[in-house]
């Protein structure tokens, strides 16, 4: 009856299940088209909490408001990334509360790119602190980055301008729809980011407005998205110091910058440190020594290549095409491979130093 994306924007509206439990009906379903049109596909099969509830249906109210948000979309050139999509990015779909799908305006394919490092810190950012974004960026400008930070004052704005003074990417991930850019003053600013190769992302709707109850919920996707965080500077408590521990918590690197022992501005950095949830880093070759963010030379890739065989290279010329590849998706484009002749293929590439794992059974060229 209505579109996949149609379908897809509804499942948002569906105050009666969880993200969590949608994943599982759209796994089962296939689609967001048949979990709404053929419940008899997954009903039997979910869980004893789903199936007691009330079937998916698109009210008038659902209907109003998926039509409004489709024709706003089009109109501002907002596009949908859903959690099934190929470009969503792979280290947050390994994350348990992964957003079910986002809004985003930009360039979609950064967000699987090598090198992701979300950088944050408090909104009340003193000289120190900027200086300290001016210098990490500078220094890792070579290492095919991407930054993420969450458009806020202070340390976020300092990321995002910076990394555009770099020529980096940069991915702002807001906690309202793009009706509103917050704060205001980086309205500007966030068209920039657009305009140089960079994305925003929302995953509320186009007229959410900024509540303060959306900003520590958003840190989730900043933390999951990126290799690492870096904090920056922060005091004792607040959103910088959230994004560190649920980064801690997806087992993903987080670091710190120390500061004055005399300033409150930096009691986050050290307590962070102290508690061993951050390794202190003070320069951007110290970061890229320990996030092994070296580069291999193309020369020794080509002699790589030379020693694979047939079916290796295989492998390797799919992962050229695309960045990163599941499992399931090489096993599909390998035809007549068995999966546990696969799993050996893979095996040795990784030992060959060609290949790496990444989360969600995922591999990419070792870069």
Known sequence: MY??????LALQYL??????????????????????????????????????????KVTEAIQRMVSEELRTMERKGIGYCFYTDEDYPYRLRSCSDAPLAFYFHGDIKIFNRDHILAM????????????????????LQETNLVTVSGLAYGIDTEVHGRSLECNIPTIAVMGCGFHTIYPSQNQALA??????????????????IPDRNNFPKRNRIIAGMSDAVLVVETGYKGGSIITAHIAHSYNRDVFAMPGSIFDEHHEGCHTLIQK??????????????????????????MQLFVELNEAEQQVVSLLREQPILSVDALAEQLTGVSPSKLAGILLGLELKGVIEAKPGKCYAIVR
């Open 120 to 139: 944050v810190g408090t909104r009340d950012a003193t000289d120190y602190g900027r200086q300290c974004v001016r210098k990490m960026v500078r220094e």
């Open 15 to 56: 105050e009666d299940y969880r993200p969590s439990m949608l994943k599982e009906m759209l796994r089962l379903s296939g689609s967001a088209t048949a979990l709404f049109e053929e419940p008899d596909r997954w009903r039997k099969m979910v869980s004893k909490r789903a199936e007691k509830k009330p079937l998916p």
């Open 276 to 301: 061993n949830i951050a390794a202190i880093v003070t320069s951007g070759q110290e970061l890229i020594n320990l996030m092994n963010w070296e580069k291999t030379s193309a020369s020794m890739q």
């Open 191 to 208: 068209q920039r980011i657009v305009d140089n190769g960079g994305a925003l992302i929302s995953e509320y709707s186009f007229q959410t």
């Open 3 to 8: 579109s996949e994306i149609f379908y897809r």
